[in-house]
């Protein structure tokens, strides 16, 4: 039972554009997202987060939104870059718990 | 700075063995967490550890054990190695600060890719 889903496995954007992965969850207790980035043969590199009180949360290049209403959450890379190149996952937490469920990522290929 | 460190990066393990995968941080961390990653899917919750002596299941504690005697150090153990187990195993930590779980992102290992034949 996937409570935290990304339905693209993969995008491909050029570089300079903007790059927007997605991800929808199940449960409606989550109350603390994050975005990880991962390179192969390395472990994920936490990104961006954001708290349920919020609906956008900005760090550079990179932009979170979170739609409670839809239990969706995007984020935007602006502009892509090469280096971006990676697997994005999707991950949440709910308030106090001790655990992250995570998407099964999408792969991000930024053409030079 | 090492941050988290896993060992073995690889291994190849027949079915029935049984081995150790290391973990250490040096973050002073209280919060360690064991994951796996199968192919094409996402990271999956082993077990965690909240602080030294205590430990939890996760979602798929099945088949693994593991303690955790001192900050730094949380290793995991497959008594009986199965097919089923071969995945990416990934060590993670993090601080607790506060009671609320926000705005502390887990710091991850590089992996150890088990294969079970």
């Known amino acids: 039972d996937q409570q935290v889903k990304q339905n693209s496995p993969s995008l491909s954007v050029q570089e300079g554009r903007i790059s927007i992965l997605n991800c929808d969850y199940t449960?409606?207790?989550?109350?603390?997202f994050l975005w990880y980035k991962k390179y192969p043969a390395e472990g994920p590199t936490f990104l961006i987060s954001i708290s349920s009180i919020k609906d956008k949360n900005e760090d550079g290049r990179f932009t979170v939104f979170l739609n409670k209403s839809a239990k969706h959450l995007s984020l935007h890379i602006v502009p892509s870059q090469p280096g971006d190149s990676a697997v994005y996952f999707c991950?949440?937490?709910?308030?106090?718990?001790?655990?992250?469920?995570f998407g099964t990522g999408t792969r991000l290929t930024v053409i030079p | 700075n090492a941050g988290v460190t896993q060992t073995p990066k690889f291994r190849i393990l027949k079915i029935g063995q049984s081995m150790t995968l290391q973990c250490t941080q040096d973050m002073n961390h209280n919060y360690m967490y064991w994951y796996r990653q199968d192919p094409g899917m996402g990271l999956k919750l082993i077990y965690y550890s909240v602080g030294a002596g205590i430990t939890d299941k996760g979602e798929v504690p099945n088949g693994y054990n593991v303690s955790r005697s001192t900050t730094e150090d949380f290793p995991l153990r497959l008594e009986l190695a199965a097919p089923s187990q071969t995945s990416v195993y990934f060590c993670?930590?993090?601080?607790?600060?506060?009671?609320?779980?926000?705005?502390?992102?887990?710091?991850f290992g590089d992996g150890t890719r088990l294969s079970i034949l």
């Open positions: 991950a949440a937490s709910e308030a106090g718990a001790n655990n992250l469920f």
């Open positions: 993670a930590s993090r601080p607790r600060r506060g009671f609320v779980y926000s705005n502390q992102p887990q710091h």
């Open positions: 449960n409606s207790m989550f109350d603390y």
